[in-house]
């Protein structure tokens, strides 16, 4: 007699499984041919984080309230070695961004010298492509800053700072 009911509880699990099954074969898909069909991200989406030179001041203030120490930069100076509010290289770590958006909370300036974009499509090959950089008077600014051989590398097919999407304004 166990048997039986043990075979009953099965079937009847199966029955279940195949209903479950069926039941979600005829609903509308939640999903897209991705490549092919994009989604728009939401309004508070966070995506990669973008700068623009000509908006900063050099306060550093982005720096200091990242918990990811991802963003670096380094202030023009005069001939008398004072600081001027204009930077004179940025970088950002796209690799270490966490996007918690405290670094755009914190920029003084409007609009925002710092700012998360709406593109999810961050796609690198290597570790060096994901350090984003930009320098007062290089042609293409993609390239990386070596802290260890203090030196500026080009890396092979990166995106600059400087092409960027449109700005959301918060």
Not at 6 to 33: F, S, Y
Not at 50 to 65: F, P
Not at 81 to 103: I, Q, T
Not at 132 to 145: F, L
Request: proline share 7%; hydrophobic share 35%; with cysteine.
């Amino acid at each position: 007699m166990r048997y039986f009911q043990t075979v009953l509880n099965a079937c009847a699990d199966i029955g279940k499984g195949l209903w479950i099954t069926l039941r979600t074969m005829v609903k509308p898909a939640i999903t897209v041919q991705y490549p092919d069909e994009k989604l728009v991200p939401y309004p508070g989406f966070r995506g990669v984080l973008l700068y623009d030179a000509e908006i900063c001041i050099s306060c550093s203030l982005c720096v200091k309230a990242c918990p990811s120490e991802c963003i670096q930069l380094e202030s023009r100076k005069n001939e008398a070695g004072k600081r001027v509010p204009k930077v004179s290289w940025y970088s950002l770590d796209v690799g270490k961004c966490n996007f918690c958006r405290l670094c755009e909370e914190a920029c003084p300036t409007k609009p925002k010298a710092v700012w998360h974009s709406r593109d999810f499509e961050a796609v690198f090959s290597s570790r060096e492509e994901m350090v984003r950089y930009w320098r007062k008077g290089t042609e293409y600014p993609g390239q990386w800053y070596d802290p260890v051989t203090r030196t500026y590398k080009p890396v092979a097919g990166q995106v600059s700072l400087q092409t960027v999407p449109e700005r959301i304004l918060y």
